[in-house]
């Protein structure tokens, strides 16, 4: 069975302050990939990363960066230098096949 | 359209009646998946389509609930004697999932918002 565990229920951080976001996931998969969804208030659940099992490199793309650490089964998120812009829920997902198992998100809101 | 498409957005529904949720997936997108979405919840895997095939539905809660996807494109969900615990948002997305490949992103629609009183 695949699990994943976001703990952080709800973060409020103010503006330009940094904020990590947690997830640490479960499977007996060897192959499997994770992705971080970003859920804004109209719902639509919008892409931002996909990494698979066997590249732990760690990935920046712009204020955003992500550590993937599989000796913990971690795969965390982090915003740079917040904006309101950024409040939102995020969910991080495990693939092994083709569902998507999702956490139960962590909502973000940032004061300016 | 760019992205996937899902109506209604919203739909209020007397329990008992039947619903149909409808989804136009990306263009060219072979997958074409349906999640379900408590309040406060992440997404639940309810369904899975390739092309018009569908290849999993052992998400879907009951037997009241229904999916189909005649062409291979646009795909409707259909539940049937709505009940107050069917509330939740409907989210499809896709794929382009080529030959059964299950490691590509999935993007996902605006969702349809259900309520059933």
């Known amino acids: 069975a695949q699990k994943v565990t976001q703990a952080q229920t709800e973060i409020s951080v103010v503006e330009k302050e940094d904020v990590t976001l947690d997830c640490v996931y479960e499977t007996r998969d060897t192959t499997y990939y994770l992705f971080w969804y970003k859920q804004p208030p109209s719902g639509e659940l919008v892409f931002l990363i996909r990494r698979n099992s066997f590249d732990e490199q760690n990935e920046i793309s712009g204020r955003y960066s992500w550590n993937f650490q599989k000796s913990t089964s971690s795969f965390n998120f982090t915003i740079t230098a917040s904006q309101v812009v950024d409040s939102a829920v995020y969910f991080c997902a495990l693939a092994g096949s083709y569902q998507l198992t999702f956490g139960k998100g962590t909502k973000l809101s940032v004061i300016p | 359209g760019a992205g996937v498409s899902q109506s209604p957005r919203y739909k209020v529904a007397k329990r008992g009646q039947d619903v149909a949720l409808r989804c136009d997936p990306i263009?060219?997108?072979?997958?074409l998946f349906w999640y379900q979405q408590a309040l406060g919840q992440g997404p639940e895997f309810l369904t899975y389509?390739?092309?018009?095939?569908?290849?999993?539905k052992s998400g879907l809660p009951s037997d009241r609930f229904f999916a189909e996807r005649p062409e291979g494109s646009v795909s409707t969900l259909k539940i049937q004697r709505t009940q107050q615990e069917d509330s939740a948002v409907y989210l499809c997305?896709?794929?382009?999932?080529?030959?059964?490949?299950?490691?590509?992103?999935?993007?996902f629609g605006p969702g349809t918002r259900l309520l059933v009183l």
């Open positions: 997305a896709s794929s382009h999932g080529t030959s059964g490949s299950w490691d590509e992103t999935q993007y």
């Open positions: 389509f390739q092309n018009e095939a569908q290849l999993d």
């Open positions: 263009s060219g997108h072979v997958s």
